[in-house]
């Protein structure tokens, strides 16, 4: 089983509708993060979380909400979803207690969305 | 402003070397990372390099030089399942990571 596990692994849905996607992790991370990924561009951030009562903004947060409702378990939010956030959606996780205090990135399998 | 340079494409025959570069403009510096990505799946940590200098590990070795702002990935012997995008991340003075658009490689047999 996946150590960081996204829910659903595919999506497609209508402007303006709402959707969640979720994720949980088994790896005992403080840290989560949800991350989109578009053809051509980086990886960008969207939001982040250090522990369950710390919620940051990324750069590309506007259009988003995040929830973290436990340690594992990190949800970003569309309230309202538009065309140009069909995208690939990655969560992941991090210790900056790892051995070799590298703050490696532990991702989830990644949630696929298309908004008509 | 932040940015990462890499190369959109590279090709490279099977049993070859390829050099996958890397050109950094953060504020702040606090470490380059590789990531592979598989078409379709999720990144996977490669290397990290904080300190000037080359670390091999087996068939891949990763290149720091911070006065130039510059990394690169080398994979020796290459294999068909190499085939991935190769992602290349700096970490800014706020600990943030900032991505570059990834290098997809293709290798032919």
């Known amino acids: 089983d996946a150590d960081v596990t996204q829910t659903p692994r595919n999506r497609i849905t209508k402007t303006g509708k709402r959707i969640m996607l979720e994720c949980s992790q088994t790896?005992?991370?403080?840290?989560m993060y949800w991350y989109r990924q578009d053809p051509g561009l980086g990886l960008r951030l969207i939001y982040y979380s250090f522990d369950v009562k710390d919620i940051n903004k990324g750069e590309i947060s506007d259009g988003y909400s995040v929830s973290r409702q436990a340690q594992a378990k990190f949800s970003l939010s569309l309230e309202s979803a538009i065309p140009n956030q069909t995208a690939l959606y990655f969560c992941?996780?991090?210790?900056?207690?790892?051995?070799?205090?590298?703050?490696?990135?532990?991702f989830g399998e990644g949630s696929r969305l298309t908004v008509l | 402003g932040q940015n990462i340079d890499q190369p959109t494409e590279m090709t490279a025959t099977e049993g070859a070397i390829v050099q996958i570069n890397c050109t950094y403009q953060?504020?702040?510096?606090?470490?380059l990372f590789w990531y592979q990505q598989h078409a379709g799946e999720a990144p996977t940590f490669l290397s990290y390099n904080v300190l000037d200098g080359l670390e091999e590990k087996g068939r891949f070795s990763s290149f720091l030089s911070r006065s130039k702002g510059y990394s690169y990935l080398l994979l020796k012997e290459l294999q068909m399942k190499d085939s991935a995008s190769y992602l290349c991340a700096a970490l800014d003075s706020n600990y943030q990571l900032i991505w570059g658009a990834g290098t997809k490689l293709i290798i032919k047999p």
């Open positions: 953060t504020s702040g510096f606090n470490g």
């Open positions: 790896k005992g991370h403080d840290r």
């Open positions: 992941a996780t991090s210790d900056p207690r790892d051995r070799d205090y590298t703050g490696e990135l532990f």
